[in-house]
């Protein structure tokens, strides 16, 4: 199982940058963990950073025929980007985003997501803590889908 992790626009600034929001802890250091979770518990993963709109949206379309399962802080994009949520759609892979801060409670604009009706699912507020929910949910929707799958197998050999 492969996941991929995509950061967008100033999450490569996290430590740095308005650290009241968005903790002290550094984007390598959420990924480090990510990737000893993975490891762990025998998935690959691959992460990916880009500031850039056109170049998220080609990401997340490589995903397509590579990926298991996406994980997505979109940041400022989420709440403007249809080129990102179409990406996501068009793909149609489980994908959970993920926001450090609760964008909720936050200024009005933030309360608009484009990114939230074409995910799985959506982790906001938990601060840095939300990528590990990100991956424990992950895990799970992929446990789900075998189950599925072996489910459906099994129904049609019973079939034949
Ligand atoms: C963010 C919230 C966004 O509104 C903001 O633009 C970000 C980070 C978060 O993780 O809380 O850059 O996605």
């Not at 056109?54 to 490589?62: N, P, S, T, W, Y």
């Not at 909720?104 to 601060?127: D, L, Q, W």
């Amino acid at each position: 199982m492969k996941i991929v992790v995509i950061q967008g626009p100033n999450l490569n600034m996290l430590g740095v940058r308005e650290q009241q929001i968005y903790g002290s802890m550094k984007l390598e250091h959420i990924h480090a963990q990510m990737k000893d979770f993975a490891t762990t518990n025998g998935a690959e993963i691959e992460f990916f950073q880009s500031n850039l709109e056109g170049e998220l949206v080609d990401k997340i379309q490589e995903c397509y025929g590579d990926a298991d399962g996406i994980i997505i802080n979109a940041a400022a994009y989420t709440h403007t980007s249809i080129a990102i949520r179409d990406a996501i759609s068009a793909v149609n892979l489980p994908t959970i985003e993920v926001h450090i801060s609760n964008i909720y409670r936050r200024e009005e604009f933030r309360k608009t997501n484009m990114i939230a009706p074409v995910c799985a699912s959506s982790i906001v507020g938990f601060g840095p803590f939300g990528y590990h929910l990100a991956m424990i949910g992950m895990f799970q929707f992929m446990s789900d889908i075998e189950v599925a799958r072996e489910a459906q197998k099994q129904a049609e050999s019973a079939q034949n």
